[in-house]
């Protein structure tokens, strides 16, 4: 293994990809979670969804299309290969790697609910750009979404806890972004121009940062046997 | 000795700072003035005024009365308001007398008086029938100023009135709350860089548990002061989502630490945790509130406490207050360490 | 809330004409002292099971 961290981050990323890849019910399961989720919600508010709940629903599923995707214990190697990592990969770079991974499958997933919304509840709020501003909306929070779940997903995995402690841990550090996020979504349907409101993802970018930092720093410390 | 004294001075700190809280009374402020809808002939300037009320809270007027001066002050000119009748201390009739075309709709009203010294009602009177005309001069009137001659007390503030007493429960335990999270904070990287002694674990989860307590106490004196500041026990306002979202943080790592059955990965995630909830608390709690409420200005409805603007009366009782609740949080911790250490050595014994 | 306030007879009225606030004060202080005395005689106990402890360990080890 190459001691250069880019080849160690991609190697890993990819590595993620083809863990998690193996088996294929686990991915289309997410996708399937969070299609029956909008659907479920196409059913209790239908076409006559008014903007704020729109705005609501959307982010409701997608956290919990978060949680469902980011909070479940990851996929383990085997121990030989485990050990073998170990050895020869920096820890940091191990958790910015699951993070990306976590990061491109969310954004898939942003990217669906909010076509699967469209579809479902309908288009009448999103007019012209407002639409593009939402769906960067959506992806600025998955990204969020992901880098904290991954970090507290770790905490819990190497606790042995799995999805219960991930969720305990997870939903009141969500509650902020949440916030956040549909504040930015309410006010993009209600009109307010993008320039006007982007300081809410400049903050959400911010936030992502800081947990991929922290994460950086922190990681060593949980992978240590 | 030493080490019984600065517990005491907690104690004695604390009682002093009750007693100051609930016995010192509340300085006067005005509370109204109101347009009663009605003219009253004048027999000083001979014409028929339209007649105001004001009202005050905790003043003097039937005191001195003769010395009682009311005014209406825009863009730095000051009109007199004439007095028909001081109903008692804090209720006076005033006629108001200004000429058709005038500097500025929007009037503030101050009253002068030998006792309560100079009060401002800002924005009081907004007249909306006059011409507006920026280059007039009004007549400057004759004021002769009294300043205060009160009895210690504390400042009135519109809305917060006499729930200002709070500010020496609320504030400072959240204070408090911050000491012993810090405190956690350094214990949690002295575990990181020595995993081989519990010590800084039990002193991260002491304080941890202990500042819990400060941060309910901070969330229901919070909640106390909204109910009868804001009108609603809970409001949705930036600091106060990030106090909530501190504590069930907080209330995450002693869930996180039982989950968690070996002693040694328990320490070390725990003190993972508690790192990544201290960057947390200040993020939410000392950065994002600042940062939101430059965004939106007058967010949370408390115009007259915007930057907790201490007088020396409160001065007085709250930084005692600081310290006696750091004093009695630090004992907490300590008293709650030891018994930790104990349950540990019971755990460890054969 | 202005009403409620006029209502009241103000500053001595509101606030201490009741004599509410002296009840309150001595059950603040009350609280205050009885939780001192009750963590003074905590860290007693704790001083006793301290040294307890260690005695058990001493004979335990020897």
Known sequence: MPNNAWTQFRFLTTHAFRVEFRQKHGIAGLFLFALASVYACYQVAGGRASAEIWNALAWVVLMFSAFNAVAKPWAEDSPELRSYLKTTLRPGIWILARMAYYVLIMSLLALLVFFAFALFLGTEHLGGSRSWSFLLGLEFTAVAFASLLTLLSAISSRAGAGFSLTAVLGLPLIIPIILISTRYGSEILSGVIFGDTAHHLLFLAGLTGGIATLGYILFPYLWRD | ?350 | MTSLLLEAHPLEGLFFGSGKAYVVLAVAAIILIGLGFWMWRAEARLKSMEKELKSTKNNTSS
Do not use: C
């Open chain 2, 1 to 350: 000795m030493k080490n019984t004294f600065w517990k005491a001075l907690g104690v004695l700190l604390l009682l002093y700072v009750f007693s100051m809280t609930l016995l010192v009374p509340l300085g006067p402020g005005l509370l109204e003035f109101q347009d009663k809808g009605k003219v009253q002939h004048s027999d000083i300037v001979g014409r028929s005024l339209p007649v105001y009320e004001v009202i005050g809270f905790g003043t003097h007027w039937d005191e001195n009365s003769d010395s009682l001066g009311i005014f209406v002050k825009s863009k730095g000119q000051l009109a007199a308001l004439e007095i028909f009748e001081i109903t008692d201390e804090t209720h006076a009739l005033v006629g108001l007398d200004l000429p058709y075309s005038i500097p500025s709709k929007s009037w503030n009203v101050l009253v002068n008086h030998p006792i309560d010294g100079t009060l401002l009602l800002e924005n009081a009177l907004f007249l909306s029938d006059r011409f507006v005309d920026a280059s007039i001069e009004l007549p400057t009137p004759a004021v002769q100023e009294f300043g205060s001659n009160l009895p210690f007390h504390f400042p009135y503030q519109p809305q917060i009135v006499e729930t200002i007493r709070n500010l020496m429960l609320h504030v400072p335990l959240w204070f408090t709350m911050f000491l012993l999270m810090g405190i956690g904070f350094v214990a949690s990287i002295g575990q990181l860089s020595n995993n081989r002694n519990m010590e800084a674990d039990m002193r991260a989860f002491a304080s941890v548990r202990v500042g819990m307590w400060f941060g309910v106490l901070g969330l229901a004196t919070g909640s106390f002061w909204a109910r009868f500041t804001w009108g609603a026990w809970w409001v949705d306002d930036p600091q106060l989502n990030g106090a909530l979202v501190t504590v069930l943080v907080y209330a995450g790592y002693l869930v996180l630490r039982n989950a968690v059955d070996d002693e040694r990965l328990r320490a070390r995630l725990a003190a993972v945790y508690n790192l990544f909830a201290f960057v947390i608390l200040v993020i939410l709690l000392m950065v994002l509130p600042r940062f939101s409420e430059s965004l939106h200005p007058g967010k949370g409805g408390n115009p007259g406490f915007n930057s907790y603007d201490l007088d020396d009366a409160l001065r007085m009782v709250f930084y005692p207050a600081v310290i006696g609740w750091m004093l009695l949080g630090t004992w907490m911790y300590l008293l709650t360490l030891r018994m930790t250490r104990i349950n540990r050595k019971l755990d460890l014994l054969p």
